[in-house]
């Protein structure tokens, strides 16, 4: 039984751009056990993405759209309506950004202009009426001034999406100086799950494992191994998301598990998931998955979020790549049955 003042209150309203992907499905969620009502914004009617959303949260709407094209922008926003707008739409793999580096331009970073523009227009100038997270990324601290890299270290990306998101924090920033918007950013280290995309290292090496323990496989070709990331989970790293956009005052945050593990360590602790410690003769390298110019080692200073959001990730690297395992373990043999 709710009370009245509780039946008063209006559900908050969320759109949030890349809903397909896995940030937007762990936030989608959360924002679901929060009473939320979700708008997501899909390409194109017949995604085939659309069943796995519905599935996953349930409550969703789904809006077309595109961060491409303006108008539809505005006009799902006039739809939602929104209190929160979450912009993690982009093109997100880093190895395709020298390929495709003009559309990387055009998505990861005209695509946050748009989306500002857009929630402008839709406030008719008044940017305080809704609430802006951008998802900015560690990749764009790249050849890194300082270790570990807070809020004011000095940014130089190494590729075209690094460059691209630099562009999206900044305007987002110019957004909150010019017109007053409501906006800012999380500046995310690498965030993982079993819901991670094929093509990114840690499931790529999570499924090849689990495939290579079913006999499906016998090695995986990989890149760099000397590179180091602060690899964390995604389900946590979307509830400060969320905590970024309730704080009285917005501002831009790193978000970090404050470790760093190179590609060694993230195959020992996969490998020996499957009980095999020496695994050198399951992995070749291979130089098409070398980049053009690469980002050595990251490592975030997540302290601030720490002290002003309350926030702290909850799973560690080693649970983080078990968990990974152990579902491509299960997605794997439930195709064999
Ligand atoms: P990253 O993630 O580029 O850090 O960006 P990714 O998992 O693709 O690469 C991490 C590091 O591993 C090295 N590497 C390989 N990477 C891939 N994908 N495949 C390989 O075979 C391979 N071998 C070695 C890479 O060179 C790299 O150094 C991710 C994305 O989610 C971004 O969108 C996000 O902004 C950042 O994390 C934070």
């Known amino acids: ?18 809903i397909t992907g896995q940030d937007g499905l762990y936030l ?55 209190n929160e707008i979450y912009n993690l739409g982009a093109i997100s793999f880093v190895g395709l950004s020298w390929k495709q580096a003009e559309l990387t331009g055009e998505i990861t970073a005209m695509g946050v202009l748009r989306m500002l523009e857009a929630a402008r227009i839709h406030t008719q100038g008044d940017m305080s009426k ?18 570990p890299q807070s809020e004011t270290t000095a940014f130089h990306p190494r590729s075209p999406y690094g460059v691209a998101k630099t562009f999206g924090h900044y305007i987002t920033i110019n957004y909150r100086e010019s017109y007053g918007a409501l906006a800012c950013s999380g500046i ?53 998301m969320w905590l970024m956009l309730q704080q009285e005052e917005l501002h831009d945050y790193v978000i970090a598990t404050g470790e760093t593990h190179s590609i060694w360590e993230l195959l020992d602790i996969a490998f020996s998931r499957i009980n095999i410690e020496n695994w050198q003769a399951y992995v070749r390298q291979d130089p098409r998955f070398f980049r053009p110019a690469e980002v050595d080692v990251l490592v975030g200073d997540a302290s601030r979020a720490w002290k002003e959001l309350g926030w702290k990730p909850k799973v560690g690297f080693r649970e983080l790549i078990e968990m990974m395992v ?6 794997e043999r439930s195709k064999l049955r």
């Open 188 to 240: 995310l280290f690498n965030h993982e799950s079993p819901r991670r995309g094929f093509e990114f290292v840690t499931r790529k090496v999570s499924n090849a494992v689990a495939r290579i323990a079913l006999g499906l496989q016998d090695h995986v070709a990989l890149g760099n191994l000397d590179v180091r990331r602060d690899w964390g989970f995604a389900g946590d790293y979307v509830e400060a």
């Open 130 to 147: 809704v609430r802006f997270y951008q998802a900015s990324s560690s990749e764009m601290f790249g050849k890194v001034r300082e270790t």
């Open 326 to 331: 152990d579902a491509d373990l299960e997605l």
């Open 28 to 82: 989608g969620q959360l924002l679901a056990t929060k009473g939320y009502e979700i708008f997501g914004l899909v390409r194109g009617q017949s995604n085939p993405k659309i069943a796995m959303v519905e599935q996953i949260i349930p409550s969703i709407q789904l809006l077309e759209g595109d961060l491409r094209d303006l108008s539809s922008l505005i006009g799902a926003m006039e739809i939602a309506q929104p």
């Open 1 to 18: 039984m709710y009370s009245q003042s509780e039946q008063c209150i209006p559900a908050k309203r969320a759109l949030i751009t890349g």
